[in-house]
């Protein structure tokens, strides 16, 4: 069965340093893996996915994502965090060998203070 | 573009009244999941189609959800009888075909059950 686990129910970090929320997950085969974001009354915004290729994949807003097969992780991350990037951060895994089901994470809400 | 859009965006019903939640995908895209999100939770699935046809419904929690998508555009996720527990916001995304593409979510309907 897929599942994905986002350990951390919130991050803290101050604004100019590197932020990293963490997501692992578990499929039977080949997982495309995605990351969405979910601001205050808007609805959920694709950022980045892993299809297949290299290994470190980079998306919107100067986000990058690292997928690592041994580990089954795929953490997001970004050199220097923006206040502006406070929200609500899901990360999600698909099936690639024919499934449909995506499965989402709990989210893990970003604190990016001044 | 025109983006996902869903209808109404709230809605109140009380325990045991029926309710119909509207989704308008982006024209052309082929594919169209239903996702419910509790307070506090990612989204879950419920179902999937491609065009009209309903090819995964694993996760509708029971026999008063129904979802249809009759001509492979608008799709109407309908809960008969509604419960307490169905108290929570349905969100709708479409994407094109290829199973590694992104998903694009609309605003979400808020339900909620007195």
């Known amino acids: 069965a897929q599942s994905v686990a986002q350990p951390e129910d919130q991050v803290n970090v101050a604004e100019g340093n590197p932020l990293t929320v963490k997501c692992t997950y578990s499929?039977?085969?080949?997982?495309?893996l995605f990351w969405y974001v979910q601001y205050p009354n808007r609805g959920l915004q694709f950022l980045l996915k892993?299809?297949?290729?290299?290994?470190l994949v980079k998306g919107s807003y100067g986000f990058e994502a690292e997928f690592n097969k041994s580990q089954t992780s795929f953490h997001l991350k970004k050199p220097s965090a923006l206040v502006s990037d406070s929200a609500l951060y899901f990360c999600?895994?698909?099936?690639?060998?024919?499934?449909?089901?995506?499965?989402f994470g709990a989210g893990t809400r970003l604190f990016v203070k001044a | 573009g025109a983006g996902v859009s869903q209808s109404p965006r709230y809605k109140v019903a009380k325990r045991g009244q029926d309710v119909a939640l509207r989704c308008d995908p982006i024209s052309g895209h082929v594919s169209l999941f239903w996702y419910q999100q509790a307070l506090g939770q990612g989204p879950e699935f419920l179902t999937y189609?491609?065009?009209?046809?309903?090819?995964?419904k694993s996760g509708l929690p029971s026999d008063r959800f129904f979802a249809e998508r009759p001509e492979g555009s608008v799709s109407t996720l309908k809960i008969q009888r509604t419960q307490q527990e169905d108290s929570a916001v349905y969100l709708c995304?479409?994407?094109?075909?290829?199973?590694?593409?992104?998903?694009?979510f609309g605003p979400g309907t808020r339900l909620t059950v007195t």
């Open positions: 499929v039977s085969g080949n997982p495309y």
């Open positions: 892993y299809i297949t290729g290299d290994n």
């Open positions: 999600a895994v698909r099936d690639g060998t024919g499934g449909f089901k995506t499965i």
């Open positions: 995304a479409s994407s094109p075909r290829q199973p590694s593409y992104e998903q694009y």
């Open positions: 189609f491609q065009n009209e046809a309903q090819l995964d």
